[in-house]
């Protein structure tokens, strides 16, 4: 499963690149999270994959069960997404005041205060 | 010690900080009540000195960064006390004078707190024990040169000369950081007490040379050694208590401290007396003879300082008893009359208006007291008998008469102090005798603040001159012990008989008055050669600053198009170069063979997920694109599903619902914009991107089987119940484990929430103007600027209201 | 929009949402669920809201500005940590007690847990505070 994971968050990286040379502004921001699902898929599967064990510590027992997920990698994770969504909402909203002031989608008409 | 050497350290830069306040609240006599620290603490040093003349040491330690091996370790032996001495003693004197000096200037308490930040810097450079410490202070040092040459900082050229001196001594404090940890890892100590106790090994350690060469150059720099000196002469930008302190009795001095301090440990051999006299004998010669070629009071003085600061590199770099002696002597002598000369030069130019020597003679009736200081301090600096110059000098004549290449050397000495000597007449006689002629202001004498300085160390060198057994033996000795790493006695005395180093004062002094009298043909003799200057160092200075302007100027030209794209192509392209590049030869490529539990489902969802991707990158339309993304996002929720992540799933299915919100909120209105791109452009593109991705996955399968270090969740697992009385470890983790991250996560949370809304709620100019206008304005990026810097730059012309 | 059947199920969704995202966050140490993930359920009951009721109502029915909520939040959770201190332990040591309840038995009763609700009122602050105004746009 790894090996399909490992593929499949390739080919993540991959689109998220290409949408992010695009000249679009609304392309740019699908190509970062593409980007963030494939960090994130990143993380989780070079932390190991364990089938359905969460890392609870069952009723009965005091410590985790050995068979179970690593709880490092999940609450990483779970943090990039919660912050990967604060990046993506300031994106959005920032492309939305750049659309009204300039009107245009393409990156390449905002360069003029770039030099 | 009584008063502990932190203590006497932080106290300077302690009354920095109250300086300026003072100063407000004391008008006009800040000075005076600044300087008693200094004498407070000239004081204490003092009433140490004979313990420290009879042998002592003293040291303290406090521990800073004991994992690095940094501690505030101190240490007070016959050289640091000497230098100690001079910085609390001058530096008292120079705080009263700049009182005077600058008095009404409105920045006047900037200067005090300048000054006194750098007598802690300088005192705490003298003090250090630990090299690393050392190198702190010295730069300290550095950055208060800087800012008390720029203190005129409303005119360009005392700017740029803070900048040139800030350039040289920091660069050279650059090489000498390098140089110390060398010293250091050679050396396995940080501490100078116990890295000077191993000569012989650190000579034949193979970092000597490297870390030799380095420290070298940091003391050369700082010192205005040859060919870094041209940055002293333009150091005279600063008002002149600075030039008096900083750049000719204390802070110049902190390289030849330098040599002085690590010659047990690193002199003695042919590469340091090669590079150190050579280095010393060219700044004495070249400095004594640019001095004579000034016509601006000042300048005279910072040549003759570099060139007298020539000399003690010189001495050093000879070793041995009778140099070490004389370097110590000429250390204190030079001191004393120099910041003497300072102070009148500065008092000539605060009573006249002029400090021209060509437009200055006379003065003695007008300025008695000056010109008495003034008269005693230039016979010193001309070594004439029986004032402290004098000892010092011939000190210095016997020290070249017994080095290696006793000739040549002392032809140097002699020729350079004739120079001097020649300079001294000219900045301390010329302008009180003969005619008096007018000047820009009527000259009158000095109040006391501006003539005490000088007095005091002109007497000063009068006194210790005539009889030097009055302490001044003993502490030089303990000085020369510390250099030499070996106990030696000095005595000086006025007398040493008929000598050939007497005959030799005698032929510098004649010399002296000759070339003085035929300074008119010597200046037109330089003006001739005047052109020369233009292949200095002082224009290789100007042509490497010009040349890393240039440099900056075309690297950003051409990584900084402006072109989005191309930036992420530059890092896209550099990350994948240089991480394939390590894979390629240190990697061990694993092959794909993790098949291993597969379900049908499992391949289902991951086509599912790439299908969507697809669709996201080819989807014609936004809402297509948005709702194939909607796709992607709950298909790797699943993924957490399946393999045990709940906490992560759910998290992941709520928030990209909210995406999904976003994108049709922010989106829905607008209308759709065709592809730009050419398809050449797609297909660099599509290359591009998938180098990137073949690289990740070849990550991906690398981190699955590599692992470096055992996983620290086994702490987790364990602990999770028991102390954190949690059974779900990823929520444990988050708020308990790793709390303080979650802390700076909801911060940065916080943060985006916070600039979003201020994106889309700050409209400046909304209470001004009708409605459309207001529109218009927010249209224009009428988000307030400051909070918004990225709103400025995309202004067009056209659209300003 | 203008949905009847909109507006009726989101005036019985509100509460039960907000009940649910509450449970959420109580039961989070020690079953899925935590701060994170409760806010955001509360966070979507009153994004459901204001797309049946606008969002001028929908900040009515919250009664604080959601900019409120995140500097409560951030406070709350800071609070949580200086706590430690008053026990003479490092900033953000957790510190626990128990609490018979009769009926329930004994509950652990911990800095974490109030560290938690921080975070649940910082995420409903942030996440209404990004989509309200974009609603009202």
């Known amino acids: 499963m790894a090996t399909l994971l490992a593929i499949l968050i390739g080919v993540l990286y991959a689109a998220g690149v290409y949408l992010m040379l695009r000249r679009s502004l609304f392309k740019l921001i699908l190509g970062l999270v593409l980007l963030a699902h494939g960090a994130n898929l990143l993380i989780f599967t070079a932390g190991g994959l364990t089938r359905a064990q969460p890392p609870i ?11 179970s997920a690593d709880p490092l990698t999940q609450a990483l994770i779970l943090t990039a997404i919660v912050i990967g969504f604060s990046v993506l909402a300031f994106a959005l909203v920032l492309f939305h005041r750049v659309y009204q002031t300039s009107g245009s989608d393409d990156p390449d008409e905002l360069k003029v205060g770039d030099r | 010690m009584a008063v502990g050497m932190l203590t006497a350290i932080l106290s300077g830069f302690v009354l920095a900080i109250l300086a300026p306040g003072l100063n407000r609240m004391v008008r006009g006599g800040a000075g005076w009540l600044l300087a008693l620290l200094p004498l407070g603490l000239a004081i204490s040093f003092a009433s140490h000195a004979p313990l420290i003349a009879s042998g002592n040491v003293f040291s303290e330690s406090n521990p800073w960064v004991p994992a690095l091996g940094v501690d505030l370790s101190f240490r007070l032996d016959g050289l640091s006390m000497l230098l100690s001495l001079l910085i609390t003693g001058v530096g008292a004197l120079i705080l009263v004078y700049a009182g005077g000096y600058l008095a009404g200037h409105p920045q006047l ?88 106790l191993q000569a012989d090994y650190l000579h034949s350690h193979p970092l000597y040379l490297p870390s030799l060469v380095l420290i070298l150059i940091g003391a050369f720099t700082k010192s205005a050694q040859f060919p870094f000196h041209f940055w002293l002469p333009s150091a005279m930008e600063a008002p002149t208590p600075v030039s008096a302190y900083l750049h000719s009795a204390t802070m110049v001095k902190a390289g030849i401290y330098l040599l002085a301090r690590l010659s047990p440990a690193l002199g003695g051999t042919d590469a340091w007396f090669l590079s150190v006299t050579t280095v010393g004998g060219v700044t004495m010669l070249l400095g004594a003879w640019l001095a004579l070629t000034q016509s601006d009071l000042k300048r005279i003085l910072a040549y003759s300082t570099v060139s007298a600061l020539g000399t003690l590199t010189l001495l050093l770099g000879l070793g041995g008893t009778l140099a070490v002696q004389a370097a110590m002597a000429f250390l204190v002598g030079h001191a004393l009359y120099k910041g003497a000369l300072f102070l009148v030069a500065g008092t000539l130019d605060h009573q006249t208006g002029s400090r021209d020597v060509d437009r200055l003679s006379g003065l003695f009736r007008a300025m008695p007291i000056t010109a008495l200081a003034a008269g005693i301090a230039a016979l010193s600096m001309a070594g004439i008998a029986p004032l402290f110059g004098f000892l010092s000098k011939e000190l210095s004549y016997e020290a070249a008469l017994r080095a290696p290449a006793a000739a040549w050397i002392t032809a140097a000495a002699v020729t350079a102090n004739i120079l001097l000597a020649a300079a001294a007449f000219i900045v301390g006689i010329r302008p009180f005798v003969g005619k008096a002629v007018p000047t820009p202001k009527p000259a009158r004498e000095a109040p006391p603040s501006l003539w005490l300085g000088s007095v005091v160390l002109a007497s ?39 000598t050939l180093a007497l005959a030799l004062s005698a032929v510098t002094l004649i010399g002296g008055v000759i070339v003085y009298v035929s300074r008119g043909l010597l200046r037109r003799l330089a003006s001739r050669w005047e052109s020369l200057g233009q292949f200095g160092p002082a224009r290789w200075y100007e042509l490497v600053l010009l040349g890393l302007n240039g440099l900056a100027g075309g690297q950003t030209r051409l990584l900084q198009s402006g072109y989005l794209r191309y930036y992420l192509m530059i890092v896209l392209v550099a990350t994948v170069g240089l991480a394939g590049a390590t894979l390629a030869t240190r990697g061990h490529l694993v092959k794909p063979t993790d098949w291993s539990g597969l379900h049908f489902y499992d ?77 050449l452009a797609r297909g660099r593109d599509a290359v591009i991107a998938a180098t990137v991705g073949v690289l990740m996955t070849a990550f991906v399968l690398i981190a699955t089987v590599v692992q470096y270090q055992p996983p620290i969740s086994e702490y987790f697992a364990e602990h999770g119940l028991p102390d954190a009385h949690g059974r779900n470890l990823v929520n444990v983790i988050l708020v308990d484990f790793r709390g303080l991250d979650t802390l700076g996560e909801i911060t940065v949370l916080a943060a985006a929430g916070i600039g979003v809304y201020a994106l889309l709620k700050l409209r400046v100019g909304k209470q001004r103007g009708t409605a459309s206008a207001a529109r218009r304005s927010e249209l224009a990026g009428g988000v307030d600027d400051a909070s918004l810097p990225i709103a400025n730059p995309m202004r067009k012309e056209g659209d300003v209201p | 929009m203008n949905s009847l059947i909109l507006k009726v199920a989101t005036r019985f969704m509100l509460p039960l949402l907000l009940l649910f995202s509450i449970f959420l966050l109580l039961r989070g140490h020690n079953q899925p669920g935590g701060g994170f993930s409760g806010g ?56 626990w007690g128990q609490l018979d309840v009769p009926g329930l038995g004994e509950l652990h009763l911990g800095t974490p847990l109030v560290f938690d609700a921080g975070v649940y009122l910082v995420v409903i602050g942030v996440t209404l505070s990004i989509i309200l105004p974009l609603v009202e746009e």
Not at chain 2, 149 to 156: K, P, S, T, V, W
Not at chain 2, 467 to 485: K, R
Not at chain 2, 639 to 664: K, N, R, S, W, Y
């Open chain 3, 40 to 95: 955001l359920v509360g966070a979507s009951a009153f994004v459901l809201y204001s797309f049946a009721f606008g969002a001028p109502e929908t900040r009515q029915a919250l009664g604080v500005d959601p900019r409120g909520l995140i500097g409560a939040g951030l406070l709350v959770a800071l609070g949580s940590g200086l706590l430690a201190f008053f026990v003479g332990q490092p900033f953000m040591t957790g510190v």
């Open chain 2, 603 to 679: 391949v289902g969802l991951v086509v599912l997920i790439l299908m969507a991707t697809m669709g996201t990158v080819l989807a014609r339309t936004r809402l297509a694109a948005i709702a194939a993304l909607g796709v992607v996002g709950y298909s790797v929720a699943l993924v957490f599903v399946l393999f045990g992540a709940p906490d992560v799933a759910m998290t992941q299915f709520l928030i990209e619902t909210l995406t999904v919100i976003l994108f049709v909120l922010v989106f829905y209105h607008l209308p759709e914009t065709p592809a730009l791109s050419s398809s």
């Open chain 1, 57 to 67: 510590i069952p009723p009965d027992a005091t410590a985790l069960p050995v068979s």
């Open chain 2, 109 to 196: 308490g900037r200067l005090y707190a300048f000054l006194l930040m750098f007598m802690g810097s300088m005192l705490g450079l003298v003090l250090a024990d630990n090299i690393l410490l050392l190198f702190v202070f010295w730069e300290l040092t550095s950055i208060s040169s800087y800012l008390l040459i720029g203190f005129d900082h409303e005119r360009a050229a005392a700017r740029s000369a803070a900048l040139q001196a800030l350039l040289v001594t920091a660069g050279g404090g650059l090489a000498l950081m390098a140089g110390l940890l060398l010293l250091g890892q050679a050396g396995g100590s940080l501490e100078l007490s116990t890295l000077l």
């Open chain 2, 460 to 498: 000063l060198g009068a006194v210790m001159g005539l009889w030097p057994a009055l302490g001044t033996d003993g502490l030089l000795s303990a000085a020369g012990t510390a250099v030499l790493g070996e106990t030696v006695s000095i005595h000086l005395s006025l007398w040493h008989g008929l």
